[in-house]
């Protein structure tokens, strides 16, 4: 039986009071509060989300797809999680009825030297015990009759694509169930001593969980964290197919660069088996900078302009040469060419209709100039930080909100 923590609920009638307060209800804060719930089952847990609807920002924005977790390093927190999370969420998937495309993936090699690019991606695998086949060109276009590769491919089973709102509103309504107070419309503004103030209300809270998304750089920042990171935004688009559903059968991907932690354009069978390609990393001049003008904020803008000419002259992953890749990604068909090389039959023509923009919220530590590529939060005793759940954070959500609720329960225990 699992002891519970010396840790005492707050009783303070002068303020609207709870026991643990997340800021940020999209899948990595709710899960967090459903497990904060299920560990401190007399505690009072609180979600706050500033949006007026669930999954407004990347929670209902990412691709849908359910990575395998062969892309990433044995040490990293990514691999376990990845491969943890994507179990986790189709066995959730599946219990709950929620659709699930379970498609598949190919990795695909352009030319020889990208051989060397699947050799390293099968003994990443192999590492982390994550099912990955090696398979021949003709194997490959017996899964997918339309795949461009050469020589060889990898084939990872176990990757799938869901609608991130369905799980998202499914996850919601756990947490209700478990007696979690979720509101929305109600924007965390700053913190004074303990009291943190929002739009509407202040509320004292026993612990303070930080999963604010964009913006949880800043607000670590009022609790003396982040000293050394700041969020740089990326935008990323999907260009949608007007083909029948049905026409591809797997999600392709190409050999990725590894330095840094975007995959390349792809083509993604969604889980109604539409076709998209995508995505693109392009460099946003303000946090939430999904389209034209919608919620411009001049400061930001200041700030993040002044943090990419930064990187121009100087970072460790040639910003330059990646923005300047990613702005040609706004072409149509530039995208349509870039998945023409893995797949037979893309056509500018059957691709029009651009899907509903999202914004990585990509760490940087501006102390090395180095794109943070694994998770990283930062935490005492009075308050969790998560600084970096960047993709494939949707995935991984379940088993990273245990392992940060594994962290809270050690410095309040």
Not at 66 to 91: I, R, V, W
Not at 274 to 296: C, M
Not at 321 to 329: G, H, I, T, V
Not at 387 to 410: D, M
Request: hydrophobic share 35%; net charge neutral; proline share 4%.
């Amino acid at each position: 039986m699992k002891q519970r923590p010396s840790f005492r609920p707050l009783r303070n009638h002068n303020l609207l009071t709870t026991d643990f307060l997340v800021v940020g209800g999209g899948i990595i804060g709710v899960s967090i509060a459903i497990e904060l719930k299920r560990l401190y089952r007399d505690c009072s847990v609180t979600v706050l989300e500033k949006e007026n609807r669930i999954a407004e920002h990347a929670s209902g924005r990412n691709s849908g797809v359910l990575h395998a977790g062969f892309y990433y390093t044995k040490d990293s927190l990514k691999a376990k999680f990845t491969k943890d999370g994507n179990e986790a969420l189709t066995h959730y998937c599946l219990d709950k009825g929620i659709q699930i495309n379970r498609c598949g993936k190919l990795v695909v090699a352009r030319n020889a030297e990208e051989l060397n690019g699947l050799a390293e991606l099968l003994q990443r695998a192999n590492y982390n015990d994550i099912e990955l086949q090696e398979i021949s060109e003709k194997d490959a276009k017996r899964i997918e009759p339309r795949v461009k590769t050469y020589q060889r491919a990898l084939f990872s089973p176990n990757t799938s694509s869901v609608d991130p709102k369905e799980v998202m509103s499914s996850m919601l309504e756990d947490a209700k169930r478990e007696g979690i107070d979720v509101r929305f419309g109600v924007e965390y503004l700053d913190k004074s001593d303990n009291i943190i103030q929002t739009n509407l209300e202040a509320y004292s809270a026993g612990y303070f969980v930080n999963a604010a998304g964009l913006y949880a750089d800043k607000i670590a920042r009022d609790y003396g964290f982040s000293e050394n990171y700041r969020i740089l935004p990326f935008k990323g688009l999907y260009l949608y197919s007007s083909e029948p559903k049905g026409r591809m059968k797997t999600n392709i991907y190409p050999v990725p660069n590894l330095k840094n932690p975007f995959l390349g354009v792809h083509t993604t069978v969604t889980v109604d088996g539409s076709v998209k390609i995508g995505p693109t990393a392009i460099p946003a001049f303000w946090r939430e900078h999904y389209q034209g003008l919608d919620n411009f904020n001049f400061g930001e803008m200041l700030e993040i302009l002044w943090r990419e000419i930064g990187l121009f002259i100087s970072s460790q992953f040639d910003f330059k040469r990646l923005a300047f890749e990613e702005l040609k990604k706004y072409s149509r068909e530039y995208l349509t060419l870039q998945a023409s090389e893995l797949v037979e039959g893309i056509k500018k023509a059957d691709y029009t209709k651009w899907g509903r923009p999202g914004v990585r919220a990509q760490l940087i530590n501006i102390k090395d100039r180095t794109l943070e590529m694994d998770f990283v939060i930062e935490g005492d005793e009075k308050s969790m930080h998560v600084l970096n759940a960047v993709s494939p954070g949707f995935t991984c959500s379940i088993p990273f909100a245990k392992f940060v609720v594994g962290k809270i329960q050690n410095h309040i225990s």
